[in-house]
């Protein structure tokens, strides 16, 4: 798999990292400054994993690198670090985080005429590297938001003139599934397309989450066949295979399939419950206990994951009824809606929203609340079929809601004579 073929944001961290790699062993020139634009985590780790790897030895670790904050110091301070040589390591390596600061209210011209006096005549013993996650890079640059793009222009006229631009934009959902089926094959198992999809599209191709959930994955299909695994684990496993085929010496008898991806991966357990949710808030009755029976069957604990469900039940209904109370109509508000913890996956803020939207008022979502915790009560009191409640509570609240009685009705008596 050639670089070619690699999105925006991989594409500039390979060649990054080659650039790296080539000066590290006397066969290409380094920059004096590195902009890594771009808030996507997961590339941003792999670039610095690479500088750390090149230049910092862990021995020299204390002495030769700094990461220094322009919220806490001063840009001159940090130029003043670059130009005194380190008598303690041969080279430095100084990371620079909060670059926003450069470019908040103020002219800054003292600032940047610093830095230009600087590049004139860099420290070659020193090498700068400014952490601008303060953009947001899209997958397709040509959707990137207005007022990045006036932040991002405004970088390259400022530090691009000094520095090299490496430009991490997010990684998409295809980038995403490759870089996983990558991975698994570095580490001698085949990733099949339907769980890369499911496993990139449950986590909305972050790419943090991606990484972390594959390497559960590896883990357990490795333990479930038995099969050989590359113990850097995804994290450090090169984007694409390098050198001979290790499937041809495995075979693809080891091997991750969506049966296994939605046992391991929570989001993608969520997915199902979402489904539930959604039939549920559509009145469809049947197909809502049909969901739970799946539910059910495909969970390992079976009848005693009734908890479980109940819990995820109720923090989804709770979300429905904030969507509500705070009339949330499109995705890019249910971030400011929902808090720090109490957010879905970003795949199901637009299924919610308009599961929300299906119940008429406050009162219709606080029902579904108070029968999840007369469910939930009925559980923790030992009943004799835990299925049984959870079916009970899925058909009443995927019915029509009755209409209230009003206070003053009294039942109609008849009489025979």
């Not at 990292?17 to 400054?33: C, F, N, Q, T, Y």
């Not at 990139?200 to 991606?210: Q, S």
């Not at 080891?254 to 296994?260: E, Q, S, V």
Request: aromatic share 8%.
């Amino acid at each position: 798999m050639t670089a070619s073929r690699w999105g925006a944001g991989f594409s500039a961290l390979n060649r990054f990292i080659a650039e790296i790699d080539a000066a590290a062993v006397g066969k290409g020139s380094l920059r004096p400054g590195y902009v890594l634009a771009g808030d996507e985590t997961f590339l941003l780790d792999r670039c610095r994993a690479a500088v750390l790897k090149a230049f910092v030895p862990p021995d020299l670790r204390d002495f030769c690198l700094s990461d220094l904050d322009l919220a806490s110091t001063s840009l001159f301070e940090v130029l003043d670090l670059a130009q005194t040589p380190s008598l303690m390591a041969p080279f430095q390596v100084i990371f620079v985080r909060n670059v926003r600061q450069l470019y908040t209210r103020g002219a800054k011209k003292d600032e940047f005429a610093a830095l230009d006096r600087y590049f004139r005549s860099p420290n070659p013993q020193a090498l700068l590297l400014f952490i601008a996650d303060f953009l947001r890079i899209p997958a397709d640059a040509r959707r990137m938001d207005m007022d990045d793009r006036n932040r991002y222009e405004r970088l390259t006229e400022t530090l691009g003139q000094h520095c090299g631009m490496i430009e991490l934009a997010r990684v998409s959902e295809e980038d995403a599934m490759r870089w996983a089926v990558a991975t698994a094959h570095e580490a001698g198992l085949r990733l099949e397309p339907d769980a890369a999809r499911e496993l990139t599209d449950a986590l909305g191709a972050d790419m943090m989450l991606v990484s972390s959930e594959l390497e559960k994955l590896l883990l357990y299909a490795t333990g479930k066949t038995g099969a050989p695994t590359d113990r850097r684990g995804p994290q450090e496993a090169p984007l694409a295979s390098r050198g001979g085929d290790r499937s041809s010496s495995v075979g693809w008898s080891a091997r991750i399939t969506l049966g296994d991806v939605e046992t391991m991966v929570l989001a993608a357990k969520q997915r199902s419950l979402y489904e539930l949710t959604d039939a549920i808030s559509a009145r469809d009755r049947v197909r809502a206990l049909a969901l739970l029976h799946g539910l059910l069957n495909s969970s390992d604990a079976g009848e005693d994951a009734a908890i479980g469900h109940l819990h995820m039940l109720a923090r989804t209904f709770r979300q429905m009824l904030v969507i509500l109370e705070k009339n949330v109509r499109d995705s890019r508000a249910i971030w400011q809606a929902l808090w720090q913890g109490f957010r879905m996956p970003p795949f199901a803020a637009d299924d919610l929203i308009r599961q929300a939207r299906r119940y008429k008022s406050r009162r219709d979502l606080t029902r579904c609340l108070r029968r999840v915790a007369r469910a939930d009560l009925e559980l923790r009191s030992s009943p004799p079929d835990k299925r049984l409640v959870l079916e009970r509570l899925v058909y009443d609240l995927a019915s029509e809601p009755k209409p209230a009685q009003a206070p003053w009705a009294s039942p109609q008596l008849t009489f025979e004579s």
